[in-house]
Antibody, heavy 121, light 111 residues
Framework: QVQLVESGGGVVQPGISLRLSCAAS????????MHWVRQSPGKGLEWVAI????????YYADSVKGRFTISRDNTKNTLYLQMNSLRAEDTAVYYC??????????????WGQGTMVTVSS | QSALTQPASVSGSPGQSIAISCTGT?????????VSWYQQHPGKAPKLMIY???NRPSGVSNRFSGSKSGNTASLTISGLQAEDEADYYC???????????FGGGTKLTVL
């Protein structure tokens, strides 16, 4: 069965970097594009970044552009999110999600359970 | 980028039908048929309910349906059940450089 397991979250000070990982299993990872989506405590979903199945294209939300980098290692079935210059407003649960349909809406059919990132001094 | 606009809350009684709106612009909802809807129960990951405006993934109840008119998309839930009580989010492709945008979310209460 499809599984997405995020890791790497924690409590960090503003300005510090953190790298999140998402281990994928149960499907051919290299065939699917992937998202990172976050949710601040008590708030709504916010799309963060997307990467094509082969890593050839990447897009970012304006709020993270220039600070976050999405990448993947198809040999390790793992998705990453490198987060630099973290701010208090980056505090959120970070979900990885698989793009399940061939649509420019990039809908996500499977989601991980999320990893919490808290940015606080 | 600006989030798509959803009502903060809607409610309905068991058996009734409700609709949740998602309003954008001609650069996102109105310009393309790439609207998705997600359901999220407290403490859980989101679940895809509708994609490409009106397509239902396998396994999603046919009580859930989607539509679009102009810059506004809608998710309709018929025959409301207690288990439908959750937060619902729309998302859309956008022609801006960011590619994707979410709505602010709607809390559905089943009375």
């Amino acid at each position: 069965q499809v599984q997405l397991v995020e890791s790497g979250g924690g409590v960090v000070q503003p300005g510090i970097s953190l790298r999140l990982s998402c281990a994928a299993s149960g499907f051919i990872f290299s065939n699917y594009g992937m998202h990172w989506v976050r949710q601040s405590p008590g708030k709504g979903l916010e799309w963060v970044a997307i990467i094509w199945y082969d890593g050839s294209k990447k897009y970012y939300a304006d709020s993270v552009k220039g600070r976050f980098t999405i990448s993947r290692d198809n040999t390790k079935n793992t998705l990453y999110l490198q987060m630099n210059s973290l701010r208090a407003e980056d505090t959120a649960v970070y979900y990885c999600a698989r793009i399940g349909y061939d649509s420019s809406g990039h809908p996500s059919d499977y989601w991980g359970q999320g990893t919490m990132v808290t940015v606080s001094s | 980028q600006s989030a798509l606009t959803q009502p903060a809350s809607v409610s309905g009684s068991p058996g009734q039908s409700i609709a949740i709106s998602c309003t954008g612009t001609s650069s996102d909802v109105g310009g393309y048929n790439y609207v998705s809807w997600y359901q999220q129960h407290p403490g859980k990951a989101p679940k895809l309910m509708i994609y490409d405006v009106s397509n239902r993934p396998s396994g999603v109840s046919n009580r859930f349906s989607g539509s679009k008119s102009g810059n506004t998309a809608s998710l309709t839930i018929s025959g409301l059940q207690a288990e439908d009580e959750a937060d619902y989010y729309c998302s859309s492709y956008t022609s801006s450089s960011t590619l994707l945008v979410f709505g602010g979310g709607t809390k559905l209460t089943v009375l």
